[in-house]
């Protein structure tokens, strides 16, 4: 399989907190790109992470890249209630395709 | 400039009926993917254009499917005869295929498909 695949499947946090998602995927990629997705809309690009990175910031959001381990984490801080919706990794193959798995679904409770 | 444009939103069919979904992607954008989301699911790659060409189509689920992309502009995506496990949220997306943001999708807000 090349999609990525979420972990954990559903988190819940209070807002303030931190929160953390991992994914997982098995093709060599050229980049890994975080995407998120708000109730009945379509996906909205975070951030793109190259495979000669190690980590990349933007903002509240810290992403992460180990290409021996073929995994990644997306980490953000200081959550805010606003942040509620799943969030998908698509590893970009040689073929310049995306393949997103199931997504984490987080809830940041006010 | 102007987004992803999905049409329509929502289409409610009965079984053995055929719909036709569009997509117009972004302008100058070469690359064009389809998706679709089943409740629960993943969001599943059907396929992938370059201009009018058919990229990678490994994911249409079978010869009921028909992706076109006349001209390298607009794609419609084309489920006839329509089954309900057809069911479920398509997903248009265009990125630029060179230069600034390359490969980076741009989605629609999607095409819900319902078989009765």
């Known amino acids: 399989s090349q999609q990525g695949e979420e972990d954990p499947q559903a988190l819940s946090i209070q807002e303030g907190e931190n929160a953390t998602m991992n994914c997982s995927y098995k093709t060599s990629i050229n980049n890994l790109q975080w995407y998120r997705q708000n109730s009945g809309r379509g996906l909205v690009h975070l951030i793109l992470?190259?495979?000669?990175?190690r980590e990349k910031h933007s903002g509240r959001l810290r992403v992460t890249l180990d290409t021996s381990k073929k995994s990644s984490s997306l980490l953000i801080t200081a959550s805010r209630a606003a942040d509620t919706a799943s969030y998908f990794c698509g590893p970009l193959t040689g073929a310049n395709n995306l393949f997103f798995g199931t997504g984490t679904r987080l809830t940041v409770i006010p | 400039e102007a987004g992803v444009t999905q049409f329509p939103s929502h289409s409610v069919i009965e079984k053995g009926q055929t719909v036709t979904l569009r997509c117009d992607p972004i302008?100058?954008?070469?690359?064009l993917y389809w998706y679709r989301r089943v409740m629960g699911k993943e969001i599943k790659f059907l396929l992938h254009f370059v201009k009018e060409s058919k990229q990678d189509e490994s994911g249409m689920p079978n010869n009921r499917f028909l992706a076109e992309r006349t001209g390298g502009t607009y794609s419609t995506l084309k489920v006839q005869p329509a089954e309900l496990e057809d069911s479920g949220v398509y997903f248009c997306?265009?990125?630029?295929?060179?230069?600034?943001?390359?490969?980076?999708?741009?989605f629609g807000a999607g095409s819900r498909l319902t078989v009765l």
């Open positions: 992470i190259r495979s000669n990175e």
């Open positions: 302008s100058g954008h070469d690359n």
């Open positions: 997306a265009s990125s630029r295929r060179q230069g600034a943001g390359a490969n980076v999708l741009t």
